[in-house]
């Protein structure tokens, strides 16, 4: 009886450690921490399903079927989520994919990029730094300037003149 007991008491023991390093683990592969966050049910409640699909579900919007791809209006680019400006009109260029494009964001710590690996391809993903949410992708066959190109929903994005 007593032995079992103690036999109990030890892997309870480890148990514990186990879940413990496991909550550690979990914290520090978590998704990155954002200044501005809230639940996906407060998300659904300022968003169209699009613009939650897209920020919320790292969702893609159809090419040439969207607000911005040919908007040639000189201004702002800020995240649909909480406002952070993004991209400028004045970044912006004819990538000829039917989504904005932009050669650099509006400041580069406005924007946050991670590694995408889904649907079998590796591709570098782009985010608003302030609350995480999905704007694009970033490839490296934009114009000379920079060589880079920033593939952007406009869904993920609000546009204000000037
Ligand atoms: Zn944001």
Redesign the pocket.
């Given at each position: 009886m007593r032995l079992s007991f103690t036999h109990k008491k030890i892997y309870m023991k480890q148990l514990f450690f186990v879940l413990i390093g496991f909550a550690l683990f979990g914290c520090s592969s978590d998704a990155q921490q954002f200044a501005?966050s809230k639940t996906p049910e407060e998300w659904k409640k300022m968003l169209t399903s699009e613009q939650y699909h897209i920020t919320r579900e790292q969702g893609t919007e159809p090419a040439f079927k969207n607000a911005y791809w040919d908007n040639h209006e000189k201004g702002t680019y800020v995240?649909v989520?909480?406002g952070?400006p993004v991209f400028s009109s004045a970044h912006k260029f004819e990538s000829g994919t039917g989504w904005p494009s932009f050669y650099q964001p509006i400041s580069a710590k406005n924007v946050g990029t991670t590694t995408d690996k889904s649907y079998s391809m590796v591709r570098t993903e782009v985010h608003?730094s302030?609350?995480g949410?999905h704007l694009g992708h970033l490839f490296d066959d934009g114009p000379n300037l920079t060589g880079l190109r920033y593939c952007i929903n406009s869904a993920s994005l609000k546009f204000n003149k000037g």
């Open positions: 501005v995240c989520c909480c952070q608003c302030r609350c949410a």
